[in-house]
């Protein structure tokens, strides 16, 4: 398990001290995909960079699996990073390197024998889909290709965590799901942790169990994906979550009703039904739903005359529809 405590990072600059990070507090659980999500600028790359000390936080404490990461010396330190991979934005493939070689350099460096890195590699770029690109050089790959050996290259030395950072924002919308689809299924078959940090939503509503949003450096909200994506509390996880939705809340007369779909009764006709049972006219100001985890999530804004809207909360509260009253 990785725990930050009170986690800062400043850099000293020409116009002063820039803080990319403050009191950062967080815990990632063993076996999850954690997504960490913000705008440009705000702290998640230099987050994910302090939980293997690429970046040495200025305050506070990485604590991973009981360690303080902070305080190991540095033969010890080089020891933990083995336990955490990293894929990278660009790739970070040595050009002057096969696939196969490319795969086989963290092993090289832990001095494994020669032949049982052989089938480690093999064994890796099985599971990435490229054994027929082991003799290949990077120059000669798709980005989704490069990708995939930057994956195999993480899971070398058999880490328990792998940090993305920004893994897929280089890739084609279609190569994208691909990979997600690939990091999802090395976290179920080998029980690896992932952090994934990222600025697209697909990314964290496709494959992410639990998600934090960073803000001007600092935690906004965190949490269960689904609880997080139902009831964003903050406005940057509004912002980043439910943009339409928030300018549709400045138009439509009448009461109007944010109503709520988190993975239950999504497949009902409930809005019919509420308009035949309390006989009153639905005017549909927004809907959207996503699937996360394999269910059904979204947010409809609906307006409804002011002199039925106690009707249709009695009839929302009766179906166990989860709703809240939007002014």
Do not use: W
């Not at 970046?55 to 902070?70: A, F, H, K, L, Y």
């Not at 809005?271 to 985890?293: F, G, H, P, Q, W």
């Amino acid at each position: 398990m990785i725990h930050l405590i009170n986690l800062s990072k400043s850099y000293s600059s020409s116009d002063g001290v820039v803080s990319a990070l403050e009191n950062v507090n967080l815990t990632i659980p063993d076996g999850t995909i954690y997504g960490i999500i913000g705008l440009s600028g705000a702290g998640k790359s230099t987050l994910v960079r302090c939980i293997n000390l690429l970046e040495r936080p200025t305050e506070g404490r990485v604590v991973i699996d009981g360690e303080e990461v902070t305080r190991l010396p540095k033969k010890r330190l080089l020891e933990l990073r083995r336990n955490v991979g990293m894929i990278f934005q660009n790739f970070n493939l040595l050009e002057q390197r096969t696939v196969e070689a490319n795969v086989r350099f963290p092993l090289e460096l832990i001095k494994m024998p020669r032949e049982q890195a052989n089938l480690r590699v093999a064994e890796l770029l099985e599971l990435v889909g490229l054994t027929d690109k082991a003799k290949s050089y990077p120059s000669q790959l798709s980005g989704g290709q490069k990708q995939r050996v930057a994956i195999a290259r993480a899971l070398a030395t058999k880490p328990k965590y792998v940090l993305c950072d920004e893994a897929t924002s280089a890739l084609d919308p279609t190569t994208t799901e691909s990979i997600l689809k690939l990091i999802k299924d090395i976290n179920k078959k080998l029980g690896v942790t992932v952090v994934v940090i990222t600025h697209e939503m697909r990314v964290v509503e496709s494959i992410c169990t639990h998600v934090a949003v960073i803000d001007n450096s600092r935690i906004a909200e965190e949490g269960l994906v689904s609880e997080v994506f139902s009831y964003p509390q903050s406005d940057i996880a509004k912002q980043l979550i439910i943009p339409n939705l928030i300018r549709s809340l400045s138009g439509g007369e009448g009461a109007k009703l944010r109503l709520v779909f988190n993975g239950e009764l999504s497949d009902e006709p409930i809005i019919s039904a509420m308009a035949m049972e309390c006989r009153v006219a639905v005017n549909i100001l927004y809907a959207d739903t996503k699937n996360i985890d394999g269910k059904p999530f979204g947010h409809m804004v609906i307006t409804v005359p002011s002199d039925k809207a106690d009707t249709v909360k009695r009839f929302l509260d009766a179906h166990s529809v989860s709703y809240r009253e939007e002014v």
